[in-house]
């Protein structure tokens, strides 16, 4: 079905305005709520690559609309890990091996935004680096701990959605 | 699968063999020198590699300190450092943006089929950026732009604009090749942003705060805060103070560098700050403080990449002055008001001077100049203005002059001393005193008949003095002028604080005073000294010439009974009165008091009536001496006293140059100076112990 | 072996190519992908803001009916002491109109005022945000002030249609001017928002802090604003200076933090500052959105 991706773009938005309001109750301090990376990963496994390829890039824009960070980073991103994920689904095999997925997309998502923000902050030109880099780790830290966590709820969410639209059930372990 | 023995994968001929363990040999000996190599310069040399390293890849920055204050006696500050807010445009954040523009110029040349320049398109791109960022800045703190309500955007800048405006190519150029890993400064003062408008305080915070306010946070643009020099009450004491100019020699700190091989670091600092004249330029040494410096690595291309270390500046100390503000500005602000037939400002000095210790209270000058005009750079035009109207000098302690009648005080002591008069014999004076085949006049064309010492200190009797100085001759004489020092250089330093300048103020008048005798004459080609001349420096006039500032000695030395004062600008509480090659005047008691009362009579009675102050009686002596302005003859007005009278605790002079047109008298045209300084340090006085007085010496 | 991944490496070159036509795409374009998707997820704000709305009206309605009457006698009470006031402020307010009349005064910048409820909170390293629920349609634009009562809250920096995004005083992207109390002189300092340390949220950094400034004993200093700056009025709360002060690198001032008059997260409503007319900054900043876009070019 053509608009499956969009279908489960809809059934994935509760989750990331769940996670929007997770960052605001934990306003006080630094940490955002980031699950966009484990988003991707249970959709990658049933759709075809180029919607797999759109549900990114849009799951990446909507984290960056309103956010400080150059405009394009994380959709490009988030749209190549799709391409790598829906070429390598055998990677996906299992429910260990799928949470392990999360986890590495949203470390790595979390990363790539994290440090593009900070560029445009102008982080590297005042120079300490020892900071950011004990920024980035609790940040990343944090999203790989929220992957863990928010990732199956979020993924039987978006299955349900898929298995609504008729999609192919996922591959599994041989 | 058939296993190939080893032995059928290699040559069985010997010549091959051989040929074989050569090549084999061939590489184990290359290996071995990478190798060997290798391990020289991991184990071995890599403390000197990583010092080239540090060399090519590093550099200091040098930051100068910021200056010492500088505050008069009692604490209140004279000299200051000021906050400026610069705007600077990051170079190397611009770079894709000039880069940008490069392109789009190169294809516009090309459109249009020019032949393409591509170093003068790089460097109109570099600038074009620059203007537009500038145009971008003078748009959010210019309030003064039209059609703002309509939402305008930044205007281009257009020819008729001040040169704040627009960025200068030369300085650009000057900057890439000298510093370009520092950022270009855009605008220099933000308070002050335009040389056209001299803005009230308020209005540069105003300017300040809308660059601060308004400008978007993050770009290339940074807004930059240094210290510059400030001279609060504007002209006051310029003279004293001075001014500063630029240096590249910053004081370094080596000691805390002796870890890096500073010799070969790429060094690049901002321009210093150093005396250029006054007490800023005598204790420099004081006031200067120690450079902080920055070691950066440096990018390929030459920019600062990041800060490795740095160690901050150190503010110079304070200089604590003897002056007192509200004294000078008293002298200062009664020196502006005399004026000639046409208005303009009458040249002048005022000197006051704490008997006792010899500390200078006020120390004045005009015409002036105001220290903050050339606190960033000194502008031709300014330097011209000053220069026009001969503002550079310090007239207290650098102009020459003949004394004129102040000096009779001298011939009376000479001719007591020697005995040829006492202090209560009395001369027939006519109306005038005949010299060889000249006349002398007395300046009351009537005479004043029967004058002892007290009457002619107080209607200062030119007849009197020619009598007695003629009789003493020109050795007495001159011995006794020496005596009270006045061919000694002032002002020199007595305490081991700084070495560097030998004087306390820059350039005091030291191997041109002139104490004049028969040598100095026949040396100068004037022929022999008669008795002429003797006459004529019994009344200060003639070769005689001196400092305002000697003379005020001259009367802190009379007010304490002595020969010499020894004069400072700098305040010292712990001053013992004492004063170098000071001795008792050698009169007798009765002598003296016949002395002192003649110099009080002179205000109660005599010249300098007009400016008696009824509740302060003090000692003066009036002069009015003859100059040659423009070769025609022109008067100085003179006034030298102490006061009170009876138990003296300030001793001051004053000097006013008439000019051709004007009748400058020494009562009429320098005693307000001196009275208004009194009438100062009298309230000051009467305040009780710590508490200062209201002031209406106010910053500017 | 998968049977897409002969197909891989076609893709990969294709969102390569599709990431330079983003990057050469006009400013507009990006423009507009960010807008729309800013203003997709705007319903979603306004819920969010509004669920808080509602569950504070539950919460309030579960309220004693006697506190509910106690309260509001002492609001009516309140109301009419208020009311005497606001009339001799009219009084003022004309003297005061006269008088600049008179000293031909320029008069300082006039405001509309758009309050606003505040929808969500947003805060990371490197910036601190909330998102009000008033936008451009309701008059507000980017770069006007954002305060509460009288304390300053930030400035807004992005306005969507019905949303917009507020820098807060803690955010790397704020900068003003203040004065300090018992700053005679009233010399200007600088606060600048800075990036956070550790799980520390970010704080405001007070620079420019004359070295002779003596920090007064008892209560910490308050910070105001300038009001010279044509973006904030005069006088409004910044926050209070921080006892520790640090001579900065340059030996030349010193610098200290802010801490902000209220738990800048706490926040419920704000009132946006909207100057009658656009200040220079706000037509930079508007330019500036443009110029940003152009320089990933």
């Known amino acids: 079905m053509v608009w499956a991706w969009f279908i489960v773009l809809l059934a994935t938005l509760p989750g990331l305005w769940v996670a929007d309001l997770l960052t605001d109750s934990l306003a006080g301090t630094n940490l955002v709520v980031f699950i966009s990376g484990a988003a991707i990963v249970a959709p990658c496994r049933r759709l075809k690559r180029w919607q797999a390829v759109l549900f990114a890039a849009c799951v990446g824009f909507l984290f960056e609309a309103r956010r400080p960070i150059p405009l394009g980073t994380l959709p490009f991103l988030l749209a190549g890990l799709s391409i790598f994920l829906t070429s390598n689904r055998i990677l996906l095999r299992n429910t260990p091996l799928v949470l392990r997925g999360a986890v590495l997309c949203n470390t790595l998502a979390c990363t790539a935004w994290f440090t593009a923000a900070g560029l445009r902050a102008g982080a590297f030109a005042q120079g300490d680096l020892g900071d950011f880099t004990l920024q980035l780790l609790i940040q990343v830290g944090f999203a790989a701990a929220i992957a863990l966590l928010v990732f199956v709820p979020l993924a039987l969410i978006q299955d349900a959605a898929m298995d609504r639209t008729g999609l192919p059930p996922a591959l599994e372990s041989p | ?700 | 072996m998968d049977k897409h991944r002969q197909g891989a490496t076609a893709s990969y070159v294709v969102l390569a190519l599709c990431a330079v036509v983003w990057v050469v795409l006009p400013a507009a374009v990006h423009r507009f992908a960010q807008e729309a998707f800013a203003e997709f997820q705007a319903p979603a704000l306004h819920l969010a803001g509004k669920a808080r709305d509602l569950a504070r009206f539950w919460e309030l309605k579960s309220r004693d009916k006697e506190e509910i009457l106690a309260a509001s006698r002492d609001l009516a009470r309140a109301n009419a002491a208020l009311e005497l006031q606001l009339r001799r402020y009219e009084d003022i307010r004309k003297e005061n109109v006269r008088l600049r009349e008179m000293l031909r005064y320029n008069p300082p910048p006039e405001y509309l005022t758009v309050v606003a409820r505040v929808a969500v909170r947003d805060s990371s390293t490197w910036w601190q945000r909330i998102v009000i629920r008033k936008g451009s349609d309701d008059g507000v634009r980017a770069g006007c002030p954002v305060i509460f009562s009288d304390r300053v809250i930030g400035k807004v920096a992005v306005a969507h249609h019905t949303t917009s995004e507020v820098d807060l005083i803690t955010s790397p992207n704020f900068r003003c001017t203040g004065f300090l109390e018992s700053d005679e002189q009233n010399r200007i300092v600088l606060i600048t928002g800075a990036p956070g340390r550790g799980l520390a949220s970010g704080r405001s950094r007070v620079t420019a802090i004359p070295q002779d400034y003596v920090y007064p004993v008892g209560n910490a200093p308050k910070v105001t604003t300038t009001g010279l700056g044509g973006v904030y009025p005069a006088g409004l709360i910044l926050g209070h200076l921080e006892g520790g002060q640090r001579t900065t690198q340059d030996g030349n001032f010193r610098e200290s933090s802010l801490t902000p008059t209220r738990d800048l997260f706490s926040l419920q409503e704000v009132t946006v500052l909207v100057p009658k007319y656009p200040t220079p900054g706000e037509i930079l900043l508007e330019d500036q959105a443009q110029k940003r876009l152009d320089e990933l070019r």
């Not at chain 2, 003897?322 to 005022?350: F, N, V, W, Y």
């Not at chain 2, 004007?662 to 100076?673: F, L, N, Q, R, Y």
Request: proline share 7%.
């Open chain 2, 1 to 700: 699968m058939r296993e190939t023995p080893a032995a059928e994968a290699l040559p069985s001929s010997p010549i091959a063999k051989a040929r074989l363990y050569l090549v084999f040999l061939l590489f184990a000996v290359g290996f071995g020198y990478v190798i060997v190599g290798l391990a020289l310069r991991q184990l071995i040399q890599t403390g000197d590699l990583k010092a080239q390293y540090d060399t090519q890849s590093r550099r200091v920055v040098l930051r100068p300190p910021s200056r010492g204050l500088i505050y008069d006696r009692n604490g209140y500050v004279l000299v200051e450092n000021r906050i400026r807010w610069s705007i600077k445009a990051d170079l190397l954040a611009l770079q894709p943006e000039i880069h940008r523009k490069y392109l789009a110029l190169i294809k516009a040349e090309r459109v249009r089929g020019a032949p393409v320049e591509f170093d003068k398109l790089q460097d109109k791109a570099r600038l074009e950026v620059l203007q537009g960022w500038l145009d971008r800045v003078w748009y959010v703190i210019d309030e003064v732009q039209p059609n703002k309500r309509t939402g305008a955007r930044p205007r281009p800048v257009r020819p008729d604009d001040e040169p704040e405006r627009r960025v200068n190519a030369a300085d650009l150029r000057k900057h890439l090749r000298e510093r370009r890993a520092l950022p270009f400064v855009l605008v220099t003062d933000l308070a002050f942003p335009g040389s056209g408008r001299a803005l009230r305080p308020e209005e540069g915070q105003r300017t300040i705060a809308r660059f601060i306010d308004q400008f978007p946070v993050n770009g290339p643009i940074s807004l930059q805060s240094d210290i510059v020099r400030s001279y609060p009450h504007g002209s006051l004491a310029a003279h004293v103070l001075g001014y500063i100019k630029d240096t590249d020699e910053l004081p370094e700190k080596v000691n805390e560098l002796a870890d890096l091989p500073m010799d070969n670091l790429q060094k690049l600092q901002y321009t210093g700050k150093k005396g250029a004249s006054g007490i800023e330029q005598t204790f420099d040494a004081v006031l200067k403080g120690m450079s902080g410096w920055e070691l950066w690595t440096k990018t390929s291309s030459g920019y600062n990449k990041e800060l490795v270390a740095s160690n901050p500046a150190q503010q110079g100390s304070a200089v604590n002055l003897s002056l007192d503000r509200d004294i000078q500005c008293a002298a200062e602000r009664a020196l502006a008001q005399i004026k000639d037939s046409k208005g303009e400002l009458l040249p002048g000095a005022a000197v006051m001077l704490d008997v006792n210790t010899g500390e200078i209270l006020a120390l004045a000058s005009q015409p002036t100049f105001d220290p903050n005009r050339l606190a960033d750079r000194v502008t031709q035009v300014y330097f011209d203005e000053v220069d026009g109207k001969g503002g550079w000098m310090n007239r207290a302690i650098q102009g020459l002059y003949a004394p004129g009648s102040t000096f009779k005080v001298i011939t009376a002591i000479a001719g007591l001393r020697h005995g040829i008069v006492d202090w209560d014999d009395i001369l027939e004076c006519g109306p005038s005193f005949r010299v060889g085949a000249r006349d002398f006049p007395e300046h009351d064309p009537a005479g004043y008949g029967q004058v002892n010492l007290e009457k002619m200190l107080a209607v200062s009797c030119n007849v009197w003095n020619y009598m007695v100085g003629v009789r003493l001759g020109q050795p007495r004489l001159a011995a006794e002028a020496r005596r009270f020092g006045l061919d000694t250089p002032l002002l020199t330093h007595v305490s081991d604080l700084v070495n560097g300048s030998p004087y306390e103020l820059p350039y005091p008048a030291a191997r041109t005073l002139v104490v004049p005798d028969a040598a100095y004459k026949q040396r100068n080609g004037f022929g022999p000294w008669t008795d002429g001349d003797t006459a004529n420096s019994s009344i200060g006039q003639g070769y005689i010439l001196t400092t305002p500032l000697h003379m005020a000695c001259v009367a802190a030395s009379l007010a304490r009974g002595e020969t010499r004062t020894t004069p400072s600008i700098i305040h010292d509480p712990g001053r013992d009165g004492r004063h170098v090659g000071a001795e008792p005047i050698g009169i007798t008691e009765a002598q003296l008091t016949a002395l002192r009362s003649g110099l009080e009579r002179c205000v109660t009675e005599g010249t300098a009536r007009t400016v008696r102050i009824p509740e302060l009686p003090y000692a003066a002596k009036t002069g009015t001496s003859e100059y040659f302005k423009n070769g025609e003859k022109a008067h100085l007005a003179w006034i030298i006293g102490y006061a009170p009278a009876d138990n003296p605790a300030v001793a001051f002079c004053v000097l006013v140059e008439g000019q051709l047109d004007t009748s400058t008298w020494g009562g009429k045209t320098a005693g307000p100076v001196a009275r208004d300084m009194l009438t100062t340090w009298a309230r000051k006085a009467e305040a009780p112990a710590g508490a200062q007085p209201p002031s209406d010496c106010q910053r500017k």
